[in-house]
């Protein structure tokens, strides 16, 4: 079967040509980090737009790397939350006009269970039961995964995510944006004890909190205003590593699974996958990461999900399904009345 994957929740136009469950045939992405970066962040309209002009040629260069034929296409699976609505709808809307042009189902898939689809990607023959942590811009979650369609949200962020903290702090400090690969860069050659800043909610619960530890970050900038950033971002990179790490092996311990899935854009920095296999393997647990490629925004995650709810669970989605920036994980994709192919219409 081939699946063609549309991305457009946040700030990145990705297209993915899938072969049955796991072949990639094509992944393409445009980000739109220039487009965004004069404003320190994505602005919803212009993402939009951006998509909106991007995402036919990005399925025409996906088709031509992966040299299959519109005729081919077996299947559409598309984002369709959470994320800003905005780019949402676009992706959607596309989504369905190919699905009702070449007479194919369409499905469409949560952003946060794409995630986890990475993992399987990188690993197919680790399967659920596992602990997920899911660490991006805008989320941070863990979830026990008892299959790929059986998920349970555990804890939440309660303000700023993990890679919003990281941005946040390139912001105060001229980084740039997106400022997480920097910070991963700078903090690989700076003292991660340089700097006493607090752990938010350590040993508390499964949500997290970083607001606070962006407020640190602010008063000790007014006592230091010309910091080493080697330092100042290996102390900050330490203490959103601690936390996260505590969390998911405490997490892991109480729910008694033995495997741990970080996925996301923040699973591609170095510091987290340095200290988290090895603070984990001493507690009898092993810790899995997709390749880098796989961690950011792509469409191969959103393709794979779509081919396994399709094919199966026997599951497509009716024309009407409608974008949702909020979407729950916990619980989606249980329970849910398979329709078939031919009641989309």
Known sequence: MITLGIETSCDETAVAILR?????LANTIYSQVD???????????????DHLKKLPYLVEEALGKAKVSWKEIELVGVTYGPGLIGPLVVGVSYAKGLSVALDV?????HHLAAHLFAHRLAYPNVPPPFLGLIVSGGHTELVVVKDWDDFRVIGTTRDDAAGEALDKLGRLVGLGYPAGPTIDS??????AKAIPFPRPMLGEG???SFAGLKTAAVRWLKDHPHPDLKDLCASYLEAIADVLVDKAI??????????IVVVGGVAANSRLRE????????????VFFPPPELCTDNAVMV??????????????DPLFLSPEANLPLDGWGAGEMDIGAQGQQ
């Open 20 to 24: 049955d469950r796991d072949e990639i």
């Open 35 to 49: 487009l965004h970066a004069r404003y320190g962040g994505v602005v919803p309209e212009l993402a939009s737009r």
């Open 105 to 109: 189902p369409f499905v469409g898939v």
């Open 186 to 191: 700078l903090a690989r050659e700076g003292d």
């Open 206 to 208: 499964f949500d997290t």
């Open 250 to 259: 405490r997490a892991a311990r109480i729910y008694e699974l033995e495997r």
């Open 275 to 286: 200290v988290f296999p090895d603070l984990a393997a001493e507690r009898g647990m092993k």
């Open 303 to 316: 393709a794979a999900c779509a081919y396994y709810r399709f094919a199966e669970r026997g599951h497509c």
